[in-house]
């Protein structure tokens, strides 16, 4: 099914660890985006790409890296995971700077101990 | 920056009709959308409405743009308890690739 796929949906990690969250689409949408929901916050931008080599910080990316080495492929690398990462983690991806608006993965749910 | 801005809750009978509000500060706005959240998924896109055009309707949605007073709503008749989720308002100006979205109307329906 084409769609964005994140995986995995589930995550505990301990303080210091590091890990990637993956994300994948299958739609070749040039644009692709991490978010972290938090109660009461919102989603948050953490990082973006609008193509592949290209990525951008976002509102907020202390503590995260990404790359984007091809077109389907959009990694989220935690260097150091710290209590406060925990929270809901979304990737997003769109064609054409959304103007037919954007898709997201079904999440990873990150518990940081 | 750019704001979005949503009342947190609203709370709505089943068969009722179900408006949730949202405006925003960016003139630029090209695109606009609402998106659906349930319980423990990602967003879904419902709906979205061009800057060019004043109203959307699409089966029991109705989306109703209002540039001058930059205000979007999203309008659900007869709702359900199915319709029971997070509702975010979204838009993206012109020449950007990245949308602010709202923080989110919960929405409850109760019989």
């Known amino acids: 099914n084409a769609g964005v796929t994140q995986t995995p949906k589930f995550q505990v990690l301990k303080t210091g660890q590091s890990m990637t969250l993956q994300c994948a689409q299958d739609m070749n949408h040039e644009y692709m985006s991490w978010y972290r929901q938090d109660p009461g916050m919102g989603l948050r931008l953490i990082h973006y790409s609008v193509g592949a080599g290209i990525t951008d910080q976002g509102e907020v990316p202390n503590g995260y890296n990404v790359s984007r080495s091809t077109t389907e492929d959009f990694p989220l690398r935690l260097l150091s995971a710290a209590p406060s990462q925990t929270s809901v983690y979304f990737c997003?991806?769109?064609?054409?700077?959304?103007?037919?608006?954007?898709?997201f993965g079904s999440g990873t749910r990150l518990t940081v101990v | 920056g750019e704001d979005v801005e949503q009342s947190l809750f609203l709370s709505v009978r089943e068969g009722d009709s179900s408006v949730i509000n949202c405006t925003y500060t960016?003139?630029?706005?090209?695109?606009l959308y609402w998106y659906k959240q349930e319980p423990g998924a990602g967003l879904q896109l419902l709906t979205y409405?061009?800057?060019?055009?004043d109203m959307k309707q699409d089966q029991r949605l109705t989306v109703l743009l209002n540039k001058k007073d930059k205000h979007l709503s999203l309008r659900i008749a007869d709702t359900q308890t199915g319709d029971s989720a997070i509702y975010f308002c979204a838009e993206r100006g012109r020449g950007s690739y990245i949308p602010t979205f709202g923080r989110g109307t919960s929405l409850i329906v109760h019989p």
């Open positions: 409405i061009f800057s060019n055009m």
């Open positions: 960016d003139s630029s706005s090209t695109y």
């Open positions: 997003a991806s769109s064609y054409a700077q959304g103007i037919y608006g954007y898709t």
